[in-house]
């Protein structure tokens, strides 16, 4: 309780120590307002009657303060205090053998967190390989509107597995929109269009209208499985600031067969368009 109270002077370098060590936010949120020597001891208090998964992260939050180096928060008033504190801690831990026992625990724990992390991709790919699936089987169907609406669905998913966050297909008054993710700060309307003829110069302008009508920052995403015609792009891009990226079906192939992963995808598109004006930047040129 000492180490805590003297190594932190400002709460949020306090608080981010906490989750680091393991302490759940709950928990650190139920005690807000008390002194940090108060909310250390009522934390302690705590992970005692969660029983072994309390012990685990008190052994954790012990090993977190041995391991200083120096005060972590610039602003403790008495940093000099503060270490011979942190010391004192060191010491009563490895006359009792705690820093051990911490190592191994952490050690147990950074096995079961690889073992996570590997059941995680793997559980990611099958998901791709049944997103595959889809695209094919959709590829192979005869309603076209029934399959526009599927694509939808796919991009959505598809978004929603790289952990880019996705609002499915909604409506703002008379105005449709296929849907709408955030990357890299900004905001992106999306297209999603699986039709047998490209789209037209008509059909860039008035999705443009979509994006243009929201806030400045806002860019767009048109995903055409069909492609796109080489003179359209060409006209549309002299007329219009490239704030629209254009995205093909060879593209998707590329991204769901994991040639190429969506968040390079998006980079790589996006920077073209960007810094070069290049609304629809072919993904083989740099990954086919």
Known sequence: MQACGLCFWLWDPFRAFLRKAGIPKQLID???????????????????????????IQRRLLTELCQLRRVPDDNAPDPKKAMEAIRRLRQLAIEHGELVEADRTNAQQRGQEAKLRQEALVARQQKMAELRGVFYELAKGTDLQARGYSLEQ????????????????????????????????????????????????ADLA????????????????????????????????????????????????????????????????????????????????RFG
């Open 30 to 56: 139920r005690f807000e307002g008390e002194s940090k020597y108060k909310m250390t001891r009522h934390i302690l208090g705590e992970l005692d009657g969660m029983g072994d998964d309390g012990w685990l």
């Open 154 to 201: 796919l991009v959505g998913t598809l978004f929603t597995l790289n952990e880019i966050p996705y609002r499915p297909s909604y409506k703002t008054g008379v105005e449709q929109v296929d849907g709408h993710f955030n990357f890299q700060g900004f905001d992106y309307l999306v297209e999603a269009r699986w039709r047998s003829g490209m789209p037209n110069h």
């Open 206 to 285: 008035a999705f443009k209208s979509k994006v243009d009508g929201k806030i400045a920052s806002t860019r767009g995403m048109f995903f055409s499985i069909a492609g796109f015609r080489a003179e359209v792009v060409s006209e549309f891009g002299r007329r219009a600031p490239a704030n629209v990226v254009l995205v093909a079906g060879e593209d998707l192939i590329l991204v769901l067969e994991g040639q190429v992963s969506l968040q390079d995808a998006l980079l790589y598109k996006i920077r073209r368009a960007a810094q070069e004006g290049v609304m629809f930047a072919p993904l083989r040129e």
